[in-house]
């Protein structure tokens, strides 16, 4: 039996998570590590089963295919994630790294702000920005529901 594909949170908090995310992607001092550092991010990522690759899972408005999945377990909201693409799949990493495991609450009070603060949005070609976008709105529509 293969391991669940809902990411667990490594931090107590969304924003840890973030703090902790920003801390390791300013290590790199140009883009292109930082690139890396996300695909890499992504890479790892647990395995989302290919059952659930289905129309009714992908994330319009993303220029790649994105499929998102949520779960409530506790009080919590869990979500497993995939991309197509190297990149996309880490932006799926960081923000399944800060909102996954998080009461919806926390979800709803912790807006991706962070993405476009940090230069990521900017940096992304705009097709990619706005599905980071897509990722975040549909996570926080989850959390709202």
């Not at 790649?64 to 799926?92: C, M, N, Q, T």
């Not at 702000?113 to 097709?127: D, H």
Request: hydrophobic letters at 50%; one cysteine or more; aromatic letters at 10%.
């Amino acid at each position: 039996m293969s391991a669940p594909p809902f990411v667990t949170p490594a931090q107590e908090s969304a924003a840890a998570a973030i703090a902790a995310l920003h801390d390791e992607l300013f290590l790199f001092d140009d883009w292109m590590d930082r690139y890396q550092f996300i695909i890499e991010l992504g890479q790892a990522l647990p395995a989302f089963p290919e059952a659930l690759k289905t129309d009714d899972r992908l994330v319009p408005g993303c220029q790649s295919r994105v499929w998102l999945e949520p779960k409530l377990a506790d009080g919590k909201l869990y979500f497993a994630g995939a991309s197509d693409a190297a990149i996309v799949s880490g932006l799926v990493a960081m923000l399944l790294q800060v909102y996954s495991g998080r009461p919806p609450a926390e979800i709803r009070a912790t807006p991706p702000v962070f993405l476009k603060e940090w230069g990521l949005i900017g940096a992304l070609s705009g097709n990619r920005g706005n599905g980071v976008a897509a990722m975040s709105e549909r996570i926080q529509r989850f959390a709202a529901s």
